[in-house]
C-alpha cells in the first residue's frame, strides 16, 4: 500500500526549469533594448549629416562606443534567444533542431563578435 500523496509523487518530475530561465533572460534583454534602441534612434535622427567622417566622428565618442557595443551585444543575444525559441517551436526532428539552434547561436556571436570589432575599430 502506498501512503504517499499525489504531490510528493510528482515531486521532482516534470519541467526541468530551464524556461523560466530562458524566458526571464529573454525579458532582461528586451528591457535593456528598449532604451538603447530609443537612444540609438534618437542619437541618428539629432544627426546632421551621415558622411563619413559625420559618422566616425560620432562613433569616436567614448561613450556613443560603449552604448553602441551594449545595444549591439543586447540586440543579437535577444535575436539568438528568440530565434532559438521558434526552431524548439516548430522544428520536430531533434537531430534537426539542435542542428539549428548550433548554427543560429554560432552565426549569432560571429555577427556580434564581427560587429563589436567594427565599432571598436571605427571608434579607433
Not at 523560466?20 to 534583454?29: D, F, L, P, T
Not at 534537426?96 to 567594427?118: D, E, F, H, Q
Request: hydrophobic content about 55%; aromatic content about 12%; glycine content about 8%.
Amino acid at each position: 500500500m502506498n501512503y504517499r500523496s499525489p504531490l510528493s509523487r510528482a515531486r521532482g518530475l516534470g519541467s526541468a526549469g530551464e524556461g523560466v530561465h530562458h524566458w526571464r533572460v529573454q525579458r532582461y534583454s528586451a528591457i535593456a533594448l528598449a532604451p538603447l534602441t530609443l537612444w540609438f534612434l534618437f542619437s541618428l535622427g539629432t544627426m546632421d549629416s551621415f558622411t563619413y567622417d559625420a559618422i566616425t566622428g560620432w562613433v569616436a565618442r567614448p561613450w556613443v562606443c560603449a552604448l553602441l557595443v551594449l545595444f549591439f551585444a543586447a540586440a543579437y543575444y535577444h535575436a539568438s534567444l528568440g530565434i532559438q525559441v521558434v526552431i524548439e517551436d516548430y522544428i520536430g526532428d531533434e537531430f534537426v533542431r539542435n542542428a539549428l539552434i548550433l548554427a543560429v547561436k554560432g552565426l549569432l556571436l560571429l555577427m556580434g563578435v564581427t560587429t563589436v570589432v567594427a565599432v571598436l575599430v571605427t571608434a579607433l
